[in-house]
C-alpha cells in the first residue's frame, strides 16, 4: 500500500490506540461519528468476554480535519482504553515501583512463545499486549476513514457470518440484495451474530453456550463484500499491483485468520473451468456478468462485479480449560496462561475485515485516480466511468 498509508500503535491494556493515515484526500467529510459507528460495530456479538463490558469505544481525531473536512495532511485517530485504569501498575510506560508478576507460560495458537522469543522478553504480557485482537480497534477507525471515502465514490463494503464453528447460515443470498442498505442489511446489523439466518443463529448461540460451558473457543468464516467498484482497479502487470494479493494480504494480517478466499476460490479447485468462469455479456453499454465465481477479480483487476473476499478464522487461542505448555522460567510442563478473552470473536472480525477491505479498496483507487482533493479525484473517477460506456 502505497498511495494511501497508514499504521497503529498501542497495547492492549495501554493508555491508548492509535492510527496514523498519510495520503487522504482534502476535502473529505468526516466526523467522529463516522468512525464511532463502526467501532460500536466491532465491540458487539454473542460470545464476547468482560472486556466489551469494559470499553466504549469512541474516537478523538487529533490531526488532519478541521470543521469536519480533511485537509490532505495526515488524520491522526486516537481510541482510549478505559481498561487501562485498572492496569496503570502494570502497563505505565515509567519504571514500575513493584516489578509486575510475569507471565511465563505462553498460550498455544497465540504469538506468546514465538514472540517472546524473537523479542527476547521473559514476561509474556510484553508479546501479548500488542499481538492481542484489541488492536483491531485502531485498524477499524483507519477503515472506517476509508469508507468514507469510497462511499463517495459510490462503494458500499459490508459484512456477514457464514458460518461459526460447524454451523453455517443457510441464507445464501445476492451481494446485491444484502450489501446496500435495505431490509436484508439490516437484519445482519441487528442480529447478533450478523447471520441472515435467524434459525441458525438460535443454533450458533447454543453453540457457542455450549463451547463456553466447555471452556472452549470457537471460530469461522465471514464474508465480505463490497458493491459499486468500478472495473480497473489493480493490475497484472507486477505481482504486486494484483489486487487479490494485496487483499489476501490486508485480510490474512488480521488476528486469528488463517485462510483467505476470493470469489469461489476453494470450490473453484475441484470444478471443470466451464463451471468456474463467468461469461461475459453487454447490457445498457456496459459488460456484465450473470454469475460472479470470481469474486470480482480477473487477473488481479476488478472487473466491476461485486468484489466477494471470505476469510476463516480460529478459534481464539486463550482456553479457560488450557492446552499443555512450558513455563519459560523454569522449563517445566505447565498448562497455558489464561486470561479473560472472548468465546467466539467471529462478528467482530466480520467488521475488522470490512475495515481491511476498505482500506485496501481505497489505495488501490487513489493509485488509479490520484487526487490530492476528493474534488479532483471524483472527477478523475467520472471521466474514466464516462470513458467506460459503449455506445
Ligand atoms: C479485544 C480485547 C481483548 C480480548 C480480545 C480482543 O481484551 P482483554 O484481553 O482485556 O479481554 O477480549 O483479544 C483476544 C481474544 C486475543 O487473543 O488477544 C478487543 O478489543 O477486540
Redesign the pocket.
Known sequence: MTHLRWSTAGE??GPALTALLDGVPAGLALLAEHIDRDLAR??RGYG?????KI?RDAVAIEAGVRGGETLGSPVALRVVNR?FANWEGRMGAAPFAVAPEALTTPRPG?ADLAGALKFDRADVRDV?ER????E??ARVAAGAVARRLLAECGVAVRSRVLSIGPLRDGGAADPRAWVPEGELAGRVEASSLRVLDGAVEEAMRAEILAASHAGDTLGGVVEVVAVGVVPGLGSYTQWDRRLDGRLAQAAMSV??IKAVEIGDGWAAASARGSAVHDAIALRDGAFVRATNRAGGLEGGVTNGEPLVVRAAMKP???LRRPLGSVDLATGEASPANT????VC?VP?AGVVLEAMVCLALADALLEKFGGDSMRQLLRNLDGYRDGLVRR
Open positions: 492492549s491494556h466491532r465491540q464476547r468476554g468482560g472486556r466489551m470499553e481498561d497465540h501479548l499481538a492481542s485482537a484489541r483491531t480497534t488476528q486469528a481464539i487461542s486463550t486470561e479473560r478473552s472472548d470473536a467482530a
